[in-house]
């Protein structure tokens, strides 16, 4: 079991000063305990707080390789309106497939993870192929999602 110790934390709706975290083997919270002081013998040290991670309540992650690529007109520019944007998503949309869908989303998810957020709640809508016919696996794009989760360590909550 490893031992954290915290100078606060938050947990269930309140603050919890000297908070002793107690884990098990997987990373799993056992407990949380709060410490008379700051001081424990063979925990882990952490003067910050620790607070429950945020939640992602509404990504689309193909969309994450669109990043640099819409905002590079002057403002009020000709064409540079929500239809244009809209027009680069679907561009980008049918040549998306199952492979780049997993990469795509797996560097989103560690970037979520490295800020703080623990769940994502994924809202997917990319089900065929770039063409525009079925794959064989209906959920291949699904399942590309879930694998980046999975490999990045991220919950996820897929919404087709």
Not at 68 to 74: A, D
Not at 109 to 132: I, K, M, N
């Amino acid at each position: 079991m490893k031992k954290l110790l915290y100078k606060a934390a938050y947990s269930n709706g309140q603050w919890i000063e000297n908070a002793l975290f107690t884990l098990s083997h997987d990373g799993t919270i056992q407990s949380i305990s709060s410490l008379p002081s700051f001081q424990y013998q063979g925990a882990d040290v952490f003067s910050g707080l620790a607070v429950p991670s945020f939640v992602n309540s509404h990504s689309h992650a193909f969309q994450y390789a669109m990043i640099g690529e819409t905002e590079n007109l002057p403002v009020g520019a000709k064409g540079d309106n929500f239809w244009s944007w809209r027009e680069r998503m679907y561009d980008l949309a049918l040549q998306t497939s199952p492979d780049s869908l997993y990469t795509i989303a797996l560097r989103l998810y560690r970037s979520l993870l490295q800020c703080g957020f623990g769940t994502v709640v994924e809202f997917h809508y990319l089900h065929h192929a770039p063409d525009g016919t079925p794959y064989r696996n209906p959920a291949a794009m699904g399942e590309s999602l879930i694998q980046a989760a999975k490999d990045s360590g991220i919950d996820i909550c897929l919404v087709p």
